[in-house]
């Protein structure tokens, strides 16, 4: 199948400090979205973005669409203690079958 | 909006067990998926449903069935718990098969003994 991988794992920052999370895969993706996952909660839509080399915002979020169509980032700029949670990139493999990263876990220090 | 509604929350089987995980949105969506989370793997789809009377399988289909009887439901049956099946269990649902937003339930807990 069309992985995903996406790193860092897991981040420990600063609150006020920049993040920045990537997601690549072996295959070219049509779409590419992020998501987050507040503990005990279904993931969140954050961004998606539809189109090769696209940059998008969200407030203090930004992801780009790669433009080799293989690879997304996601950067979050002042990070605040309500950023904490698990964010996953998903590329849309084919319009039934939506593949996700594994995650990174970030964690933000007052 | 209650948006995606699952239940239960949390679930504990003995191996060979079965039981319905169901899942019910109230957004009028098309298409409904299942998806497992395991630490560290993300989240991989089980099986999936385009509208009503329509499913077909994700990845990871073994050991599970689903039906679709109502645009609204999608339960997940689980025929004989193996342990290989714990894992968190998300219901989702998006417009239609073509609009690409995903939009959760609050995930099953499911420990298989």
């Known amino acids: 199948g069309q992985q995903l991988n996406q790193s860092p794992q897991s981040m420990f920052i600063q609150e006020g400090e920049d993040v920045s999370m990537n997601c690549t895969s072996s295959s070219i993706f049509n779409t590419w979205l992020w998501y987050k996952q507040d503990p005990g909660e279904g993931p969140v839509l954050l961004i998606a973005l539809y189109k090769a080399g696209e940059l998008t915002s969200n407030g203090r979020l930004t992801a780009q669409f790669g433009i080799t169509r293989k690879d997304s980032f996601l950067n979050i700029s002042a990070s605040i203690p309500s950023d904490v949670g698990i964010y996953f990139c998903a590329g849309n493999y084919n319009n039934n079958d939506m593949r996700f990263g594994a995650g990174t876990r970030l964690t933000v220090k007052p | 909006n209650a948006g995606v509604t699952q239940t239960p929350k949390f679930q504990v089987l003995k191996t060979g067990q079965s039981m319905t995980l169901q899942c019910a949105q109230d957004?009028?969506?098309?298409?409904m998926s299942w998806y497992r989370q395991d630490p560290g793997m993300g989240l991989r789809l089980i099986h999936y449903?385009?509208?009503?009377?329509?499913?077909d399988q994700g990845e990871v289909p073994n050991g599970y069935n689903v039906s679709r009887s109502t645009t609204e439901d999608f339960p997940l049956r689980l025929l004989s718990a193996a342990p290989s099946q714990t894992s968190v269990y998300f219901c989702?649902?998006?417009?239609?098969?073509?609009?690409?937003?995903?939009?959760f339930g609050s995930g099953t807990q499911l420990s298989v003994l």
């Open positions: 449903s385009v509208g009503a009377g329509i499913t």
């Open positions: 989702a649902s998006r417009p239609t098969a073509t609009n690409e937003k995903l939009f």
């Open positions: 957004m009028n969506h098309e298409y």
